[in-house]
Each structure stands twice: as structure tokens, then as C-alpha cells.
């Protein structure tokens, strides 16, 4: 085996970095991660558009060089990261994303392959993430010269729900070299036209976010037409659980909670339980069982799964739901139709209120999840922190990092179910309500999902092997 360093250098490329924008789980991913890396000797830094809506003082970034097309290089240190900010006019708006994101991504792309000589820095390797990075791998792909043409690269997939699909005109009208479109033997000639693709096909290696989910894609369930493409990986595709990062969710700290609370002194939650109820109107009722959602209203998340299971419940058992989220119009009418026909158990806000979010992590007894599909999944990970037990879908990070509860050796940290119907969901649902009678078993549960190590720390030394591994791999069949 040939002896390789770590790569010590890594940059990061991505389309959101919390706390300075963040829209998903893949925000919260590229703000924590870095850190992380950082504590165990990496130099990692971040390449981020400068969106209108990131709102920095002055003082606190500096600008470093002018770029072609109008572009500027920016630079701010985010929690002791160095962040890379690309100012473009193609981001000087209110949306942080929009329909003409493959114009504003090969903007973005091109202006952060222009600012390597101003960055005073090299990295060793390039970390792309998801789709909207996927013009610089094809960029670098293509035979242009550039220092960072030979690096190794690493690909993340965070969702393959969105590939970044263009056409043959946008191709040609954005010079994207016709070789980097030619696709491999034994997939389809139209599966390059896509930026996560390209990502994929030249990239030495290629990671999902959970163990489970890189094992569903190589399935046409949930590969889709990338399927092939990923089958041909092999052992280059591997999955690494997400952590969440567990000094900012603390509920022993969190500023956003009426009690503070931890495993050993759980009495807290009763005091957050009744914020939460009045917060969204409802009953203050210590006995009832609340049932939270923190989620994107999308069928992906299974809104419609949720309501219908309720629905069927609510005539049979004594429970409240509240629901914190939005997203498209059927999904959110579904949910606000629940509410308008039991206004007693049910409340919906339609609206991203973080900390409104945290209320709800920190009252709510069960926090519901029935994904159809998740790539990982944050929700379950901050519940099971703050004592708010989860109920999921068994797909995905859902799988890994939810344990089903055992009633005969009295183990799990939380309910799971299998297939994506209402009356699986309405079943698992009865079983968690059982279990919330038995107070006992009910603070054991708890106290069992708050142990749960959901810290990015094991994550960060898997992703510094898989960066050994990329290095090693590249050295030996380089990425074409």
C-alpha cells in the first residue's frame, strides 16, 4: 500500500455555511464540520457565495481582490474558520436560491477557480458539496490549467434529490468542454448533463451522509437515473453519519428554553412542555403526550403521512401535535386543514422560527419524523439531545442513528417503523403513547436517547481517512 499523508490543507466548496446562511441540514453540516476539523489539526476553510442575505459587520470582513465579471473575493474567520465569500451580482438578491441557479453556480464556480491566486493559501484537496460545486470539477476536468487541476477530490452527496440537471444549449453557452460530457461505458448519454454528476464522475471519492442512505442510492428507488453511475463506484462510495453540534445545542444552556434541563434533572421540561402548548395555543396539559415536527413541508419529509396517521388517532388517543415548518402549498394546506379541523389538539405555524424550533425540541414528548426518504436527517439527532423522543421512518441517517425500542430488554432510544403509510406510522405512534403511560420506562427512554454521542467528533476522524484514502486513490488512478 503506498504510504500517504493526510491532506492537511482542505477546501470546502459549498452553497450554504450556518450561521451565516443556511436553508438545510446542509448548512448546518458546512458550519459545524469545518470546526471540528480544525480541533484535530486540519486547515480547513470554506469557498461561499456572499449572498445579500448574509449580514456581516464590517469590521469583521475584509475584501481581497477584485475578480472577473464584476466579482469580488471576500474573506471573514466565521468561529475561527477562514471563510472564502465570492461576491458575484448574480447573489445580490433576496433568495438564496432561485430558478436560474445553474447561470448563478457556473458564476460562482468560475469566480472561485479565478480567486486561487489571491487566497495566499493551497489547499491539498478540494471538498465539493452536493450539486452546486459540480462546474468547478468540470471546470478542473476539462484540461484547463490551473493549480488546483491535479488535487484530489473528495464528493459529498447531502441529497440526490437535487442533481443539478442543464441542457446541451446551457452546456454550450457556459463552454463547459464537450470531453467532461462524454459519459462511461454503460451509462446513459444524458446522465453527465448534471452538476452533481459531474461532481461524481471526477472526484476520487464519493461520500452520503449516513451509512444507510449511500447503500439506498445504488438502488433505482432512490438512486434514480444516477444509479449507474453510483453502482460503478464500488468501494468509492461510503457513507459518514452527520453529527449536530452539541455545545450550541445544549439544553443545560439554551437561551431559547424557559427551564433549563440535562438527563439527571429532567423536571425542566415540564415548564418548556407549557411554553410550548401556550406559544402555539393550546391546552396546557402536563399529562398529554406532545408530539413536535420541526421540517420542511415536502413530500420527500411526509407531511401528508403524518396528518392522515393523526387524523385517524386523534378519535382513539389523548395527544397534541404541533407542527413548525414550510414548504410547498399542498404539504402546508394539509397540516393547516389538520389544525383548522382539531384547533384543541392540533397547532401549525408555517414559518422557519429557530427559536421557536428549540422550544419545541426542549417541550414536546415525541418528535415526529416519517420521512420517505433522508439522507440523514438533524431533527432526530437535536430531539434525542433534548429529551424529545423520536418517532422515524426506518431509511437513511433515520436508521443509523435512531435505535428502535426494545420492550423485552427494555433498550432503544427512540420508535421506528417501515414502510411509509399511515397506518404503519399510526401503529409505532400507539406503541410510543403506550410506552408514555409507564412514567418509569418513559424517563429511562429518555434519559437513554439523551446519552446518545450525536457529536461531530467520530464523523471528523472518518472524514480525515476518507481524505487519506482520497489522496491515496488519486495517487494511483488520478481523477481524469
Known amino acids: 500500500m503506498i504510504a500517504v499523508n493526510v491532506p492537511t490543507n482542505v477546501l470546502f466548496v459549498a452553497a450554504e455555511m450556518a450561521p451565516l446562511v443556511k436553508v438545510g441540514g446542509l448548512g448546518d453540516i458546512t458550519g459545524a464540520l469545518p470546526r471540528m476539523l480544525r480541533r484535530i489539526g486540519l486547515d480547513v476553510r470554506v469557498a461561499l457565495p456572499y449572498y445579500k442575505a448574509i449580514d456581516l459587520p464590517k469590521r469583521s470582513v475584509r475584501r481581497v481582490a477584485g475578480l472577473p465579471d464584476g466579482a469580488a473575493l471576500w474573506r471573514a474567520d466565521i468561529d475561527g474558520v477562514p471563510v472564502y465569500l465570492i461576491e458575484h451580482a448574480a447573489f445580490k438578491r433576496k433568495e438564496i436560491y432561485a430558478d436560474d441557479d445553474g447561470e448563478r453556480f457556473v458564476a460562482f464556480c468560475d469566480a472561485v477557480l479565478a480567486a486561487a491566486p489571491a487566497l495566499g493559501w493551497q489547499p491539498d484537496l478540494l471538498h465539493l458539496h452536493d450539486w452546486h460545486p459540480g462546474f468547478l470539477a468540470a471546470r478542473l476536468a476539462g484540461g484547463i490549467e490551473h493549480p488546483w487541476a491535479a488535487l484530489p477530490r473528495v464528493c459529498t452527496i447531502h441529497n440526490l434529490g437535487f442533481p443539478g440537471r442543464f441542457s446541451a444549449a446551457f452546456a454550450k453557452a457556459h463552454r463547459i468542454d464537450r470531453r467532461v460530457l462524454k459519459a462511461p461505458r454503460g451509462v446513459r448519454p444524458r446522465l453527465p448533463y448534471s452538476a452533481l454528476a459531474q461532481s461524481i464522475l471526477h472526484a476520487d471519492l464519493v461520500s452520503t451522509v449516513s451509512p444507510t442512505y449511500a447503500r439506498e442510492i445504488v438502488t433505482p428507488k432512490l438512486g434514480g437515473k444516477l444509479t449507474p453511475l453510483l453502482h460503478r463506484l464500488g468501494d468509492r462510495l461510503s457513507?459518514?453519519?452527520?453529527?449536530?453540534?452539541?455545545?450550541?445545542?445544549?439544553?443545560?444552556?439554551?437561551?431559547?428554553?424557559?427551564?433549563?434541563?440535562?438527563a439527571t434533572h429532567l423536571d425542566g421540561r415540564i415548564e418548556n412542555k407549557r411554553g410550548l402548548q401556550r406559544a402555539f395555543g393550546l391546552p396546557v396539559d402536563d399529562a398529554t403526550p406532545a408530539v413536535g415536527m420541526v421540517t420542511r413541508l415536502f413530500w420527500q419529509k411526509g407531511a401528508d403521512i403524518a396528518a392522515k396517521a393523526v387524523e385517524q388517532l386523534l378519535s382513539k388517543r389523548d395527544f397534541q401535535l404541533i407542527v413548525l415548518g414550510q414548504g410547498d402549498q399542498t404539504n402546508e394546506r394539509v397540516m393547516l386543514d389538520l389544525a383548522k379541523r382539531f384547533p384543541e389538539r392540533v397547532a401549525v405555524r408555517i414559518a422557519f422560527d429557530a427559536a421557536l424550533g428549540q422550544l419545541i425540541y426542549g417541550g414536546s414528548d415525541l418528535f415526529l419524523m416519517p420521512s420517505r426518504y433522508e439522507p440523514c436527517g438533524l431533527g432526530q439527532m437535536?430531539?434525542?439531545?433534548?429529551?424529545?423522543?423520536?418517532?422515524?421512518?426506518?431509511?437513511?441517517?433515520?436508521?443509523?442513528?435512531?435505535?428502535?425500542?426494545?420492550?423485552?430488554?427494555?433498550?432503544?432510544?427512540?420508535?421506528?417503523?417501515?414502510?411509509?403509510?399511515?397506518?404503519?406510522?399510526?401503529?409505532?405512534?400507539?406503541?410510543?403513547?403506550?410506552?408514555?403511560?409507564?412514567?418509569?420506562?418513559?424517563?429511562?427512554?429518555?434519559?437513554?436517547?439523551?446519552?446518545?454521542?450525536?457529536?461531530?467528533?467520530?464523523a471528523a476522524k472518518q472524514y480525515r481517512d476518507l481524505y487519506r484514502r482520497a489522496a491515496r486513490v488519486h495517487k494511483t488512478a488520478p481523477v481524469r
Open 239 to 262: 457513507g459518514i453519519l452527520n453529527g449536530i453540534d452539541t455545545e450550541s445545542l445544549d439544553p443545560a444552556t439554551d437561551p431559547h428554553l424557559p427551564a433549563s434541563f440535562d
Open 382 to 458: 437535536i430531539a434525542m439531545r433534548y429529551g424529545s423522543v423520536p418517532v422515524v421512518r426506518r431509511t437513511g441517517g433515520l436508521a443509523d442513528s435512531v435505535e428502535a425500542y426494545d420492550p423485552a430488554g427494555r433498550r432503544g432510544t427512540g420508535f421506528a417503523f417501515d414502510r411509509p403509510t399511515a397506518s404503519a406510522l399510526r401503529g409505532c405512534l400507539s406503541a410510543a403513547f403506550d410506552l408514555y403511560e409507564d412514567r418509569r420506562a418513559w424517563r429511562a427512554l429518555q434519559r437513554r436517547a439523551m446519552a446518545r454521542d450525536s457529536s461531530w467528533g467520530r
